[in-house]
């Protein structure tokens, strides 16, 4: 095997989806811990206290610069090379999330054992879903009181509509958790306070059938054990790693986080199942990272700490070839070559200067806003990948100037803010407001404060009724100017020209779309 295919076998890149607290952040450290990257263990934790800070702008500032070296996780585990991509959950939650999900190979949804499926969660399954993403599933916090695992299973199933296969079963829960078995191998791994559970450090039989086992749990609770999994393997599906991989059926884990019980199991499934980077569609064919000429697109533009410079950081991942520092490539869009200088990497350690990137890798790319979202670069042909949209925003605020004689900066600012991805901008066809769109509530005060610091614009956000965008296509040009006619007082441009139609409530796109069957609604706008 070529260096090349042996680096690109062994490369898994994927990020956790959850809805906030349960427990992304804590697994993430263990992951970390396995992967040989102790020192950051702290880190990820301090980032997300300055996180819940949500209106200390000073904080927000700081962490801006912090959340660059750790958007991207990379560490070696059993021969693999592991990319982690943060998926930014709390008030951070916003279309970069979203868009941090084409970027990866695989998902790892986690979920509270006494909440179940919650409302982001379902979300972040929609996204997945566009990509038929495979997601593998940890129940976390097992500790503790929560949900029957069967029935746990069963709403998944159901609200998430995905199959569910337990590879690893719980024995007892919250004060009598006794540990989990593995449905594939059959061995009892067991919890025992003051564990690490790492594989050195835990006490494993090979099986339930081993003495030693009634012994820890007791004649009864082995009983009941014996009745469940005969009751799971009658009621569940069996692993299908064929299913997993077209994104059908989802691998389930059960453990905490917190304690480390559990993620090692985990981890060492992942790592052997979940797929190595996949080909990626562009416009004008498949590239698959076998091919040993580099290419790769944008995902996420970050500002850079110092607001003075507009320095930002493009995220770019590699999709086929290898990236050396210094090389060049050309960017697709404005049909240049450019040098690729300075790019960093993620290692999680540290964030270091990249000699060499393989497919599935990530790097950053340092530019004072030449590089937009969905860009592309590759070397000789020229690619374009799609599938890294925008995502229609679900939150609206009407910008308002303080003062009137700043429209210019104002137009100029959002404009720019919204090419790093986080809000979008729109102009209504009817009137001269100006329209902000974004996903997660945090962004309508970054863009305040960072109009206010970067532009000098003071501006404010009203509420709108707004409730839904989504983008309009028509192949019957007539049909479509008709729509435009009808509709003019709901349609807006995007910050690309594109047509929108902005909802004020979502039975009003109901009635829209019923009425105009021509038209096509798109949620997603892929970039030009
Ligand atoms: P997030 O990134 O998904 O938002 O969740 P995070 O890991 O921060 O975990 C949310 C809370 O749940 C934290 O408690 C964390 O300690 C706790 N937690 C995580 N895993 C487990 C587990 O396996 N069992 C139990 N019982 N708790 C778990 P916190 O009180 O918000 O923070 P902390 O002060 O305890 O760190």
Not at 30 to 37: D, E, I, N, R, S
Not at 106 to 116: E, Q, R, W
Not at 251 to 260: C, E, L, Q, R
Request: glycine share 8%; proline share 4%.
């Amino acid at each position: 095997m070529s260096e090349h295919l042996r680096e690109t076998r062994r490369r898994r890149t994927f990020a956790i989806v959850s809805h906030p607290d349960a427990g992304k952040t804590t697994l993430t450290e263990k992951l970390l811990l396995f992967g040989g990257a102790i020192q950051m263990a702290g880190s990820v934790k301090g980032r997300k206290a300055a996180r819940h800070a949500t209106s200390d702008w000073m904080a927000l500032e700081k962490e801006r610069g912090i959340s660059v070296t750790s958007s991207v996780m990379q560490f070696p585990y059993e021969g693999r090379i592991v990319n982690l991509l943060d998926t930014p959950g709390h008030a951070d939650f916003g279309e970069d999330t979203y868009r941090v999900l084409t970027a990866v190979d695989s998902a790892l949804m986690v979920i509270d054992v006494a909440k179940g499926v919650e409302e982001r969660t379902i979300k972040l399954m929609e996204v997945c879903r566009l990509r038929d993403t495979p997601i593998m599933s940890f129940i976390n916090k097992l500790d503790r009181e929560g949900k029957e695992p069967i029935d746990l299973l069963d709403e998944v199933e159901r609200v998430l509509g995905i199959q569910c296969a337990p590879v690893t079963w719980p024995i007892g829960m919250g004060s009598r958790l006794k540990g989990v078995v593995h449905l594939i191998t059959g061995e009892v791994h067991l919890y025992e306070p003051g564990r690490n559970f790492t594989r050195q450090d835990s006490t494993i039989f090979a099986s339930i059938d081993d003495p030693g086992l009634e012994a820890r749990i007791g004649a009864n609770m082995l009983a009941d054990l014996r009745d469940e999994l005969e009751l799971v393997q009658g009621a569940s599906h069996p692993f299908d790693k064929d299913a997993y991989l077209a994104g059908r059926q989802t691998p389930v884990f059960f453990g905490s986080a917190v304690n480390n019980f559990g993620v090692q199991l985990l981890l060492d499934f992942f790592v052997e199942h979940a797929p190595s980077p996949k080909p990626r569609a562009t416009t004008t064919r498949e590239v698959s990272p076998d091919e040993e000429t580099f290419s790769g697109f944008v995902f996420k533009i970050q500002a850079n700490m110092d607001p003075q410079h507009r320095d930002r950081v493009a995220f770019l991942r590699v999709c086929s070839g290898r990236f050396d520092a210094g090389m060049k490539a050309l960017q697709t869009r404005i049909g240049k070559e450019v040098k690729l200088a300075n790019a960093l990497t993620f290692m999680a350690s540290d964030r270091e200067i990249v000699e060499t990137a393989y497919p599935g890798d990530v790097i950053g790319i340092h530019n004072h806003g030449t590089i937009s979202i969905g860009d592309s670069f590759s070397v000789g042909e020229a690619l374009n990948f799609t599938g890294i949209p925008n995502f229609a925003p679900e939150l609206f605020r009407r910008a308002r100037l303080r003062d009137p004689l700043k429209l210019k900066q104002l137009q100029k600012g959002l404009a720019q803010l919204s090419e790093e991805g986080a809000t979008q901008f729109f102009r209504p066809l009817m009137s001269n407001d100006l329209i902000l769109g974004a996903v997660g509530t945090l962004q309508f005060d970054v863009v305040a404060y960072r109009l206010k610091d970067e532009y000098g614009v003071d501006a404010s956000f009203d509420q709108v009724q707004i409730a839904t965008a989504r983008w309009v296509h028509c192949d019957d040009a007539k049909k479509l100017e008709e729509f435009r006619e009808k509709n003019a007082m709901n349609l807006a441009l995007d910050a690309a020209g594109e047509l929108v139609y902005l909802a004020p409530s979502r039975v009003n796109l109901q009635l829209a779309q019923e009425r105009a069957p021509a038209v096509r609604f798109s949620a997603t706008r892929e970039h030009a």
